[in-house]
């Protein structure tokens, strides 16, 4: 199944650390998104890339939140340093273009101690 | 900056019954709209889509849009408890905007 594929499933961290997720998008799709989803705050936009050209940084997040996207296959979102209200679970998703429906990994759930 | 409003923030129906799912758009260039089902631990997944007014069925799932007033809705008839789960609500318009997701509507079908 080509989904979003998004690693590590879990990760716990100390205050203060620094945490790289990954995704890998579906093949052929042009746009990827980096989600945070909290019961409180809902789904949270961080990054957005488009043709791997960085669109939207997420504005609040911007301090220690850090999307790249190396080549069209592969993303990382750098936490740095962590803290405890971070804790959250992290999806990233891809799509074709601006109007076609998305698919979402399976998330990253994250728990900063 | 485009907001998608969703409501009610949750509801609970009983098995079999109907559930009925809003949701409203604030920006007028908004052209699409899709429903995502989130089951319990589980990443969101692409339930339904709608682009032109009117109403489009797909077996126990009917979504209507009306474009003048820039709201769409989601109805599920004969619910199952495998319905529970967050509906969360995503619009987009034309010319290239990402889409924006509402907060959700978390469905309980309660046996």
């Known amino acids: 199944d080509a989904g979003v594929t998004q690693t590590p499933r879990h990760e716990v961290a100390e205050k203060g650390q620094t945490i790289i997720l990954k995704c890998e998008p579906v093949s052929g799709h042009n746009d990827l998104f980096w989600y945070r989803q909290t019961k409180i705050q809902g789904l949270e936009l961080l990054s957005y890339?488009?043709?791997?050209?960085?669109?939207?940084d997420g504005g609040a997040f911007k301090d220690r939140f850090k999307a790249e996207m190396l080549n069209s296959s592969f993303s990382t979102l750098k936490i740095q340093p962590t803290e405890p209200k971070d804790s959250a679970v992290y999806l990233c998703?891809?799509?074709?273009?601006?109007?076609?429906?998305?698919?979402f990994g399976s998330g990253t759930r994250l728990l900063v101690i | 900056q485009q907001k998608v409003q969703q409501s009610p923030e949750s509801l609970i129906v009983p098995e079999g019954g109907m559930a009925s799912l809003n949701c409203t758009s604030s920006d007028r260039n908004v052209d699409y709209f899709w429903w995502y089902r989130q089951h319990s631990g589980k990443s969101p997944k692409m339930l339904m889509?709608?682009?032109?007014?009117g109403e489009k069925e797909e077996g126990r799932f009917t979504v209507h849009l009306n474009k003048a007033s820039l709201h769409t809705s989601l109805h599920i008839r004969d619910s199952q408890p495998s319905d529970s789960a967050l509906y969360l609500c995503?619009?987009?318009?034309?010319?290239?905007?990402?889409?924006?997701f509402g907060s959700g509507t978390r469905l309980l079908v309660s046996p």
């Open positions: 889509s709608i682009f032109s007014n």
């Open positions: 890339f488009r043709s791997k050209s960085l669109m939207e």
């Open positions: 995503a619009a987009a318009g034309t010319g290239g905007y990402k889409v924006v």
């Open positions: 998703a891809s799509s074709l273009d601006a109007n076609s429906d998305y698919t």
